[in-house]
């Protein structure tokens, strides 16, 4: 913990993934929030269906699936229990989990556990909540009018204002986060739509999908959603490795970074593709199978968080089709 003051992506990157980073201690993301993915075993089988459609659209049995900022692995050992239930039974699947902290102990060992995404892969890509823990610079207008980076101490999260903003932040500001005048502040997503469109780049065919709390542009918050979490709570993100750091993510400038053949949806409605929603079953159920009504009703409840407005329905799903070079495969069917 020191005094110094950094611009925020620095300071976030030494917080979040340096030797004594908070995402390098023992317990996991899941020990201080809640993805989709602890929400409900229902999301890893939609994922699961979802690289059942791929393979069919790439005309494979034999495909692969990454799991890019993996945390403990949950995900991709989900989608692998869920496959033969959703389809998927006859599929070859090659599981990567890709995440900077150490391989969990009892993973499943058919999980491949990497620090970067392999390349050249063919099947599904899938980063759920990774690109909200990007590390970003953090810009402020000034009372002049001017964008200045914000700097941060790291012992208290004290913030004060910095040099103007430049170059391509400045480029990227006026595309995608114009000021909203003095006051107004501004989360500089060009590291994210780096990192995304080099994930893209890793897939030589099929599906590359980020899974975030978003924003676009006609509606970005004044003063931007950086904040901080820590064993259930939200908390003032202080950068000295004893909380989560995140920010919503700019998904429309991430989509425009990555190619064509991208779309933007919510969550609640990626998940309706798959199969899911949150309807509750009919109540003729309980008086013919009371067992089967109350199994139904737990699922429906499940699915119910999965897709809620005001909560995980309204992240964003951004999706990028990967075409191999002679561009064969069908179109989409299943997200
Ligand atoms: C919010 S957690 C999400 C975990 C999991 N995907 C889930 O949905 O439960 C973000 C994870 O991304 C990992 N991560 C961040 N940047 C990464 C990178 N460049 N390469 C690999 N993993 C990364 C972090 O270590 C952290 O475990």
Known sequence: MTDEWRGWQEAAETALYGDEGFYRRPEGPAGHFR???????????????????????????????????????ELVTGVLAALPAEGGAGLTVRAYAVELAARPEGLDPRVQWCAKPPRGVRGLLFANEWLDNVPLPVAETDPDGVDRYVEVRTSDGAERLGEPVGGADAAWLRDWWPSAGPGSRAEIGRPRDEVWADAVSTLSAGLAVAVDYTHVRA???????????????????????????????????????????????????????????????PLALASTDPAAYVRALSTAGEAAELTARGGLGDFGWLTRRVRSPSGAHPSPSGG
């Open 219 to 281: 509606e970005r918050p004044p003063y931007g959603t950086l904040t901080g979490f820590r064993a259930g709570r939200e908390v003032r993100p202080v950068p000295d490795g004893s909380c989560d750091l995140t920010a919503h993510v700019a998904l429309d400038a991430c989509a425009a970074a990555a190619g064509p053949d991208t779309e933007l949806r919510t969550q609640r409605e990626a998940l309706a593709d798959l199969g899911i929603s949150g309807e509750r079953p």
């Open 35 to 73: 993805t989709s993915v602890h929400a409900s075993p229902l999301f890893a089988a939609a994922v699961a269906r979802l690289l059942v459609a791929t393979a069919a659209e790439l005309g494979t049995t034999d495909v692969d699936l990454v799991d890019m900022g993996a945390g403990r692995g």
